[in-house]
């Protein structure tokens, strides 16, 4: 018997921009797979970003920390 061999993760490369709508809490999505996006969701977390539900379209989006424009 032969067997297929799969790693999961090492791609932190964000995915696709998951909405049309313009409001910059969607211009950070996560990565595509399940692993890394729980490791880029975890370390926005510990540098002080938030996950908010967006007021234009109801769903959620990453902002990072005040002061900044862009992060992981």
Partial sequence: M???TY???GDERPGARGTDC???LHDHPL????VDASNVA??????GWSNRRC???DTHGWAP???TT???
């Fill in 2 to 4: 032969t067997g297929a």
């Fill in 7 to 9: 790693i999961c993760g």
């Fill in 22 to 24: 313009p409001n910059p």
């Fill in 31 to 34: 990565p595509d797979g399940y």
């Fill in 42 to 47: 975890a370390r926005r977390i510990s540098q």
């Fill in 55 to 57: 007021p234009d379209c």
């Fill in 65 to 67: 920390p005040k002061g």
């Fill in 70 to 72: 862009d992060g992981p």
